[in-house]
């Protein structure tokens, strides 16, 4: 199994805690990571919780997600990738996620996170 299927096949619910202890060591609360996600996502917090317990792979979670138009907005570094240039679509979905919680922990404006 390469990287990118150890990836797609990760359960969303592993990696929601590491955002939520990452964002709130940062003084943002789970509200605004919610927020975040719902505004990537369409996922409204029912949903999320839902697929945190559920053990929905990262796949699974970004093919049920109505996934927000202004997306495409979300530029910049994640890892050292740079996530506009990440070719593969769900990878890029993935990266996105992790650029808005980077924002959020970083103390960004919610209106500059929301691309708004």
């Given at each position: ?11 969303f ?9 990452k964002?709130g ?9 919610h ?26 979670f ?55």
């Amino acid at each position: 199994m390469d990287n990118l299927e150890r990836v797609y096949k990760m359960p969303f619910g592993s990696v929601y805690p590491h955002y939520v202890t990452k964002v709130g060591k940062k003084g943002r609360t789970t509200a605004e990571l919610h927020q975040v996600i719902t505004w990537l996502t369409g996922f409204d917090d029912d949903a999320i919780a839902k697929h945190v317990e559920a053990g929905t792979s990262f796949e699974e979670f970004f093919a049920a997600a109505d996934l927000n138009p202004g997306s495409t907005l979300i530029t910049g570094v994640v890892c050292g990738v740079r996530v506009q240039e990440v070719e593969d679509p769900l990878m890029r979905q993935v990266r996105y996620l992790d650029k808005l919680v980077d924002e959020l922990a970083k103390g960004k404006a919610m209106e500059k996170i929301l691309r708004g």
